[in-house]
Every structure is written in C-alpha cells, then in structure tokens.
C-alpha cells in the first residue's frame, strides 16, 4: 500500500539573506563574484543597483568599495525599506504613555485640508506604528504652524483624556520665548482679557468679560535691543492664539507675525518658540521637564 506525501499547506517559506564574512582587505566586487560561484559581473552589478549588497547591515551600490576584515557582506533576499525620516521633529522622550518631540517652524501639528502627511502627527503615527500597524497617537496639546517648540502626544486615548481634563493640575511649567517688535517699557507685567475667534479665523481679544475666555498671559523681559525686545513669556491659560493677540494688546505684536499686525519680519519666520514644559507623568506622576534651545535667529 503506498502514502501519498503530507504536504502543509500555507505560504511558501521565505527567502533568507546570506552572509559572507571578510576573510582579508579586499573591494566588494572581486569578494561577491568569489562568494558566488558561477555568478557573471552582469549578475553582480544587477545585484548592486537593485540595492541587494549590504556591508555591516547599511546597502553599498559601489562595485569598487573597499572591504575590512572581519566585514559582513550580505545578499538581501528582499531590499531594505528606506524608513521615512521625521522631518521638523526631533523625538525627545518616549515611553508606552507618551511622546515628547521638538518641532520646527513651518510644521503643523495635525493635518489640514491642504496638507495631510507632511505633519507632526502623521509623521509620529508611523513612528509608532512601525513596532505594530494598530499603533496610534493622540494630539493633547498644539502648536501653531510657524511656532517652534515642545509638543506632547499621548499614545493611548486614555493617557490623551488624563493629560487633557487635568492639564491646568498637571503642568507644572510652560514657558515661551516671544521676540516682539519695539522695545518693551515694563520690566514684567500680566496681561488678562476675554479671546474670542472670527469666522474669518482670528482671534480677537476683549475686557468684556461676556466677549469669550479668559486668558492670561505673565512676560518678563529678558532683553532689549533697538527695535525689538525678547521676552520670558509663561501661560496661565491655554488659548487659541493667545500670546499672538497679546502682545498684540500691548502694542508690541511678535515679529513676523503679520496676522496680528506685524511690520517686521528679519528673522524670517514667527518669533514665538515654546522653550520650556515641565508637568506630571500621566502614569507615574513622575515629574518631567523639557527645555529646547532657543533658535539661533531669536538672539
């Protein structure tokens, strides 16, 4: 009686790499030819402009580049995924709870209808998600476009609900540095009215205590220089625009900040960085704090 062979079926099982180690100095090409017997330079250079070569894990293109004893050469069975990189963000803390990253001006924190991928939030969302596809981030605070500085993301939608409904018990510092138009009289003063946003988009700002929310905003003056002030700027609320319109208010509007009525813009973008964040982990209570350098074009 004869048996019919078991066969499993499933996916056909997948390529390996293969690994040559260098035995003596030597170049790349005369090394693949010798590890690969009955292959023709034709095959080779194939090899290497189909970016399947890699020394010491990073892909080489270059027939003639020099090998080192003791080098892993590797023949990818599959080529490496160039991994986009994050641009305008720098991840400064990560943990299974949250994100702290420092973004560039002219980055938006989330999508718009322009512009969906090019964001601080889709760029994060792949971060996250390159360790599992289901991963996700959730925005707990924003910075505008033009605005440089500190940003949290949480990575569960509990941790984002805990940082947000207990943001004002949880921040422990937040401070700005705001580079403003003119010189600033007062050493330090507070600046307190009602925000209320257009149709249109803008912010307007009131002492009408029935005109919208209230802000407040402390500046303390860290420098003068003929034509503009650097100010120390903490917030006590957290509106839409606030700094913006304030110093607005006061006749000292941000340089580069046109919106809310600028005439200077030397430095090339808006003058507003968020430098300083300190508060409490959502998980631990531990007490974080991050201070980003303030850029170069402020000084």
């Known amino acids: 009686m004869k048996f019919?062979?078991?066969?499993?079926?499933?996916?056909?099982?997948?390529?390996?790499?293969?690994?040559?180690?260098?035995?003596?100095?030597?170049?790349?090409?005369p090394f693949i030819m010798e590890s690969l017997p009955g292959k023709s330079r034709n095959n080779v250079k194939f090899l290497l402009k189909e970016k399947l070569i890699a020394v010491d894990g990073k892909v080489e293109t270059q027939f003639n580049a020099p090998l080192k004893t003791g080098q892993i050469m590797t023949i990818l069975?599959?080529?490496?995924?160039?991994?986009?990189?994050?641009?305008?963000?720098?991840?400064l803390f990560e943990d299974a709870a949250i994100i702290v990253v420092n973004k560039q001006a002219g980055l938006l924190t989330m999508?718009?209808?322009k512009e969906r991928t090019k964001t601080a939030y889709a760029m994060l969302t792949r971060h996250v998600q390159k360790a599992n596809p289901k991963n996700r981030i959730f925005i707990v605070h924003r910075l505008d476009r033009d605005t440089s500085g500190?940003?949290?993301?949480?990575?569960?939608?509990?941790?984002?609900?805990?940082?947000?409904?207990?943001?004002?018990?949880?921040?422990i510092e937040r401070t700005y540095v705001a580079l403003v138009e003119g010189e600033v009289r007062k050493d330090k003063d507070t600046i307190i009215s009602y925000l209320k946003e257009s149709k249109a988009l803008i912010v307007h700002s009131s002492q009408n205590e029935t005109y919208g929310q209230k802000a407040i905003t402390h500046y303390e003056v860290i420098s003068r220089k003929k034509g503009t002030t650097l100010l120390k700027v903490n917030l006590e609320t957290g509106r839409k625009n606030?700094?913006?319109?304030?110093?607005?208010?006061?006749?000292?509007?941000?340089?580069g900040d046109k919106k809310y009525g600028a005439k200077l813009n030397h430095i090339g973008r808006l003058g507003l960085h968020a430098k300083v964040l300190s508060f409490k982990h959502p998980v631990s209570g531990e007490i974080m704090r991050f201070d980003s350098n303030l850029p170069k074009k402020f000084a």
């Open 150 to 171: 500190l940003l949290v993301f949480a990575k569960t939608e509990k941790v984002k609900k805990t940082l947000q409904e207990s943001w004002n018990d949880n921040i």
């Open 4 to 29: 019919k062979e078991k066969r499993t079926a499933g996916k056909p099982a997948k390529k390996k790499d293969l690994k040559f180690t260098v035995k003596s100095a030597t170049t790349l090409m």
């Open 77 to 91: 069975a599959e080529k490496i995924v160039a991994e986009k990189p994050l641009v305008g963000i720098d991840i």
């Open 242 to 255: 606030q700094i913006r319109v304030h110093m607005q208010d006061i006749k000292h509007p941000i340089v």
């Open 111 to 113: 999508g718009s209808e």
